[in-house]
């Protein structure tokens, strides 16, 4: 079964100071690892899709990597507004799509 | 380019009775995914459609059951409502079902009373 696990649960950073997200998984053929972000009360945003180990893709202050067991989300010098939910997510190798979700952490950067 | 959109945006509803969520895809998608998102969990996946008909299935009662229309557009029904059907239900829309980008609405809250 596939399972995703993130940590920390919540993170509190002070805008500008940097740092990472964490996101574990177990899967049988990983078709693709998904990162969204979340607002309160709203749908996730779509961020990132990484396929292979090594990939990495980037957008304003975030940064997703990948490797076989791990991904992690960088936020580097964070502002007030990216505060949210951060979602990972995979598709695993029997699924037409089907997304497996972390349950998120909480960022919350202070000004 | 409307983005994935769901309605109502809130619901409550009485315990045993029956409710019908709406969804219509980001223009050019043809598979709609359902998720089931309690408070400070992540979504859970409900079912799939694609070309109509239901591809793929969670881990969820019969009493939740969907249908996919030809212009894409879905609808999620869940019957004998229970208080902890209260949620946020959330409709991914994306091109093939398989691992492509899925697109998210502003999901529906439902309350059960």
């Known amino acids: 079964e596939d399972q995703v696990t993130q940590s920390p649960e919540a993170l509190r950073l002070q805008e500008g100071e940097s740092s990472s997200l964490n996101c574990s998984y177990t899967?049988?053929?990983?078709?693709?690892l998904f990162w969204y972000r979340q607002d309160p009360g709203k749908g996730p945003e779509f961020l990132f899709t990484l396929y292979s180990a090594g990939e990495e893709k980037e957008k304003e202050r975030l940064k997703a990597t990948l490797t076989k067991k791990e991904s992690f989300l960088h936020i580097t010098a964070p502002k007030p507004e990216d505060s949210a939910t951060y979602l990972c997510?995979?598709?695993?190798?029997?699924?037409?799509?089907?997304?497996?979700f972390g349950q998120g952490t909480i960022l919350t950067v202070h000004p | 380019d409307a983005g994935v959109t769901q309605s109502p945006t809130h619901l409550i509803k009485t315990r045993g009775q029956q409710v019908t969520l709406r969804c219509s895809p980001k223009s050019g998608h043809d598979t709609v995914s359902w998720y089931q998102q309690a408070l400070g969990q992540g979504p859970q996946f409900i079912f799939q459609y694609y070309e109509e008909e239901e591809r793929q299935r969670g881990n969820f009662p019969d009493r939740f059951s969907g249908h996919q229309f030809p212009n894409y557009s879905s609808e999620l029904n869940v019957n004998a409502l229970l208080l902890g059907d209260s949620a946020l239900y959330l409709c991914a829309s994306s091109l093939g079902g398989g691992n492509t980008e899925a697109f998210f609405g502003q999901g529906t809250r439902l309350t059960v009373v």
């Open positions: 997510a995979l598709v695993g190798g029997t699924s037409y799509g089907k997304l497996t």
């Open positions: 899967v049988s053929g990983l078709r693709g």
